[in-house]
């Protein structure tokens, strides 16, 4: 008998679903793959893109379209196919790269261009974006692509442009980027876990959240679901508590998402999105 089919689960992955190490054991994807076999509706949002969250969640098979790349694209996970593209357009952007270049910063723009993914960036500007960019290479991500001019690729849907600097430029970026752009955009800063001291400027589409994407999902592939509980840590997170019934913090998350928060778990090292979506089954 399935468990719990009129509540849509949907998780954050790194500092949530995925530890320290951005890993989920095998165990975990076992234990959380039976869950989904036994009726159980989840998914997860994540500012990854769909090639990202395959490596991170290999061997899972979820049954629902992913959120990536905070929901710029509603993806499906086996075939990297985007079911949903929330852009920015042509003008906006070449605006935003105008305010950018008046604050000496480079963005890396995530788009897709009908057939393919791509990651594109300029130059190692600075060694955020070279630990960034290196950090892909590694894995082998193939949209990776240097280019002279970014301007030239705006033919392309743009889903997401990423500034990555140190914290006081790009709060100076923030808010002439708030003050020219106002509700045509969402925007999320934060310090990358993975690079301390380098932070992480999100510029996309004022539809491209995790809350829309949620709402999408549950309107067009879990249409029978009536209850949604979310998972997070990070600011990025924070539409998606606004959007949920219920709504649970790591022990590492913000203190604005702790706030927010139907009630506080244990931390992403401790297997907590797993165990407690186990014991909710149970219960049912």
């Known amino acids: 008998m399935p468990i719990l089919p009129r509540t849509l689960y949907v998780s954050d992955l ?4 995925l530890d320290d190490r951005a890993y989920l054991t095998n165990e975990s994807i076992f234990q959380l793959q ?45 075939t990297g196919e985007h079911l949903v593209i929330n852009e920015l357009d042509t003008i906006t952007t070449e605006s935003i790269f105008k305010l950018c270049d008046k604050f000496d910063a480079q963005p890396v723009m995530s788009t897709f261009n009908g057939e393919s993914d791509k990651l594109h960036f300029e130059s190692y500007s600075n060694e955020g974006i070279e ?9 082998g991500d193939p949209r990776l692509n240097q280019t002279d ?15 990555i600097n140190r914290e006081n430029k790009l709060r100076a970026l923030y808010e002439a980027l708030s003050e020219a752009f106002c509700n045509q955009i969402v925007m999320t800063l934060f310090e990358n876990r993975y ?28 249409k029978e679901t009536e209850e949604i509980v979310v998972f997070g840590d990070e600011a990025n997170d924070i539409p998606l508590f ?25 931390s992403n090292n401790e297997n907590t999105v797993v165990d407690f979506l186990t014991q909710e089954a149970k219960q049912s």
């Open 131 to 139: 630990l960034y960019v290196e950090s892909r290479k590694q894995q």
């Open 34 to 78: 039976e869950l989904i076999n036994a009726g159980m509706q989840f998914t997860v949002a994540s500012a990854r893109s769909v090639i990202s969250i395959q490596e991170k969640l290999e061997g899972l098979k979820l049954h629902l379209p992913v959120i990536e790349i905070n929901g710029g694209f509603i993806s499906n996970l086996d």
């Open 195 to 222: 690079t301390p001291g380098w932070f992480w400027l999100t510029i996309c589409d004022a539809k491209a959240t995790k809350a829309e994407g949620v709402k999408t999902i549950q309107q067009n592939f879990a």
């Open 242 to 266: 606004e959007a949920a019934h219920r709504s649970y913090a790591t022990a590492n998350a913000i203190p604005a998402l702790k706030d927010m928060a139907t009630k506080v778990l244990g």
């Open 149 to 163: 001019d970014l301007l030239n690729q705006l033919d392309e849907h743009v889903a997401c442009l990423n500034v």
């Open 14 to 17: 790194d500092g949530t679903l």
